[in-house]
């Protein structure tokens, strides 16, 4: 069981990664999101996947699918910053003319290395923004990305190497908009989300680096009952645990945790009212930090010298009732 296979999804190769208890399929030809996670215990679909008649929605808003990466996550105010000298001009891709949700999209990665082992197996897939035109064109220093997606039992590890290849400072960020499946049952499902405060945003949804509290959410610490909740919502992490606690009534859930030395930001979002799915969203830099008024440290914008690599980790658990 503990195997990689190949698949395909509208002809593009997927790469599926086997235990006893899961199924992860890895799309990496098209922005090397891992489109699927299938709990084969419980026969359910954790993630919320991509119809194969879904393509050109995916093609459009892949990061509505999955757990898609945001480099960088959340919105730029004019799409534009300057860092070290050098000035980025992202695409203004939103209302108000501002960007969102960063440069990688639906990239071709190249699966650099397979490993199956008596304990898992893994995936290994890189790609270089120089071979993207559209990428260098708004962010001009270049990077090499790996990612590798290990597989063991009921635990899915993902490992980023981020290097740059440049000869300036790199300001770098990178989030996951990761949407697990509710399955309508809102009031079937609870969270625990170790966070500290709330950042505040401006009428253009945009953060300014400004902190309120907790109110209601103070909940989250505890659990909260997702019945009725409403996310598009910036949160602090603040020195606790980088770690999630989605559960079902019934003992059945997942633990979705983050390198905490990097990853200080949380997004929840639900697309309206909770039902189907509940984005949680793990960030190293809070949405526009390169133009707030604040230290790098409280930010979470990560300079990468050059030649230097950054390694940041997730992890997905499942749990299962006793």
């Known amino acids: 069981m503990k195997k990689v296979t190949k698949g395909q999804w509208n002809g593009y190769d997927t790469y599926i990664l086997h235990s006893h208890e899961l199924e992860v399929t890895l799309l990496p030809r098209l922005g090397n999101n891992i489109i699927g996670v299938r709990d084969l215990v419980q026969q359910r679909e954790v993630l919320r996947r991509p119809e194969e008649s879904e393509l050109d929605f995916y093609l459009q808003k892949p990061y509505h699918f999955g757990i898609p990466l945001l480099i960088p996550p959340g919105r730029i105010r004019r799409g534009r910053f300057s860092y070290a000298g050098q000035t980025y001009q992202f695409d203004q891709n939103?209302?108000?003319?501002?960007?969102?949700?960063?440069?990688?999209?639906?990239?071709s990665w190249c699966v650099s290395d397979i490993e199956e082992d008596e304990d898992g197996?893994?995936?290994t897939t890189e790609f270089i923004t120089t071979d993207d035109p559209n990428w260098m064109r708004q962010y001009p220093v270049p990077l090499k990305l790996e990612m590798t997606l290990r597989l063991q039992g009921a635990s899915l590890t993902q490992t980023f190497r981020i290097t740059n290849l440049g000869e300036h400072a790199a300001p770098f960020g990178?989030?996951?908009?990761t949407w697990f499946l509710i399955d309508g049952e809102p009031d079937n499902w609870d969270l625990k989300l170790p966070v500290s405060k709330l950042y505040m945003t401006d009428e253009e949804i945009i953060t300014t680096g400004e902190t309120a509290p907790l109110g209601e959410l103070e909940a989250l610490n505890d659990k909260l009952n997702l019945k009725g909740t409403n996310f598009d919502t910036p949160l602090q992490i603040g020195g606790k645990p980088a770690e999630a606690l989605l559960m079902r009534k019934d003992g059945y859930g997942l633990k979705y945790s983050?390198?905490?030395?990097?990853?200080?930001?949380?997004?929840?979002?639900?697309?309206?009212e909770a039902d189907q799915f509940l984005c949680i969203e793990p960030y190293t830099w809070l949405p526009d930090a390169p133009n707030l008024d604040i230290p790098h440290?409280?930010?979470g914008l990560i300079e990468i010298k050059p030649e230097e690599k950054l390694e940041l980790q997730l992890n997905l658990q499942m749990i299962y009732p006793s």
């Open 94 to 107: 939103t209302a108000n003319d501002n960007h969102i949700h960063g440069l990688h999209r639906t990239q």
């Open 121 to 123: 197996c893994s995936v």
């Open 174 to 177: 990178l989030g996951l908009h």
């Open 258 to 272: 983050a390198d905490p030395a990097y990853f200080k930001h949380w997004v929840l979002y639900t697309k309206g």
């Open 297 to 299: 440290e409280e930010s």
